[in-house]
């Protein structure tokens, strides 16, 4: 199951507490005070791992915590640290403290880690308020609490290329040609309802990650259909794969159906609108003499890479070309 959005709460371990003891050795009179200090609680950290792709670790578990410092004792011993606790999540994920509506951390690579909540510092044991006038101090302190905070976790997939288009448009067909991905695919509007991640293999060990976006609707961006809650996914993809239907089951014009999405897209974030596009058109068995293709390139006045998603044709071409504009935007960052 892809889960995209979690709302946790997160402590860190509290410090233990200072001790109070005194010497009490065979032959030796009046033995000063030996209490040793409290340990410190354990951190929280977040952690951005690779083999992570969902939030679901979160889905039945909304309350994480540190580990609880030792308590300090006598003979100066002073009390074990308590265990950090490294909660991992994957690449994409945004963190957000709920109470201060505020982005704390974007862990957009994996192996970014940081530090959200500090365990509690430890007391001090009496020795430590010993001196010239108080040689006996029954004094101590108490351990402090641990940090802690209400968080709302928000992954934005990270890949190399995005799918989007009208439902059933063929996004799910392309990559399940494409890569080893297998997403649900059938002929009723909507049949994807979460994003799908696959990788691209090419020839030379060449590699890039595909993200099947589900269907986007005119209101999307408004909260419309499904789109809303996925439109935030494609915002970190590289290039923008709009599939075109070019014989819609719903006898809508192609053209039409691409102008609102692009509408869309721009509603969402206009630095979403202004990544690279390429246009494919899609079902393309259905136009054996390409007639249809070359309308809808006149009118768009803009290439159109054709293909055919059920058969495979055009498919090696296209992820040829998308592997070199993925190339030549990694070179230009």
């Not at 000063?32 to 992570?52: L, Q």
């Not at 006038?133 to 351990?143: D, H, L, M, S």
């Not at 802690?148 to 448009?169: Q, S, Y």
């Not at 692009?262 to 259905?286: G, P, T, Y």
Request: hydrophobic content about 40%.
């Amino acid at each position: 199951m892809f889960v995209d959005e979690a709302q946790i709460r997160v402590k860190a371990g509290d410090g233990g507490n200072g001790c109070v003891s005194f010497r009490h050795e065979k032959f030796v009179a009046r033995g000063g005070p030996d209490g040793g200090d409290g340990g410190r609680g354990g951190h929280v950290y977040f952690e951005a791992k690779a083999d992570k792709d969902t939030l679901l670790d979160f889905a039945g578990k909304h309350h994480w915590r540190a580990e609880n410092a030792k308590h300090g004792q006598g003979k100066n011993m002073y009390g074990a640290d308590g265990e950090d606790l490294v909660i991992p999540v994957p690449p994409g994920t945004l963190i957000y403290d709920t109470d201060l509506d505020l982005l704390l951390k974007d862990l957009n690579e994996a192996g970014m880690k940081i530090l959200l909540c500090r365990g509690g510092k430890g007391g001090r044991g009496n020795r430590a308020f010993a001196t010239s006038t108080n040689q006996a101090p029954r004094e101590f302190e108490p351990g402090k609490p641990g940090q802690e905070r209400n968080l709302r976790l928000e992954l934005k997939l990270i890949a190399d290329v995005g799918l989007v288009g009208m439902p059933n448009a063929g996004k799910s067909t392309l990559l399940s040609r494409s890569s080893a991905a297998r997403p649900k695919i059938a002929s009723y509007p909507f049949t994807t309802l979460e994003p799908v991640l696959g990788i691209v293999e090419l020839s030379g060990f060449r590699r890039f990650l595909m993200a099947d976006i589900p269907g986007l609707i005119e209101g999307a961006s408004k909260g419309a259909g499904l789109g809303h809650d996925f439109l935030r996914h494609i915002e970190r993809t590289k290039i923008i794969v709009h599939i075109l239907d070019i014989m819609p089951t719903d006898d809508s014009d192609p053209i039409a159906n691409y102008h609102a999405i692009r509408k869309e897209l721009a509603q969402h974030s206009e630095a979403l609108a202004e990544k690279q596009e390429v246009i494919v058109a899609n079902k393309i068995d259905l136009d054996p003499d390409g007639s249809i293709v070359e309308d809808l390139r006149t009118r768009l006045s803009q290439d159109i890479i054709p293909i055919s998603a059920a058969t495979g044709q055009g498919i090696k071409e296209l992820t040829e070309l998308l592997w070199q504009r993925i190339k030549s935007l990694k070179a230009v960052v």
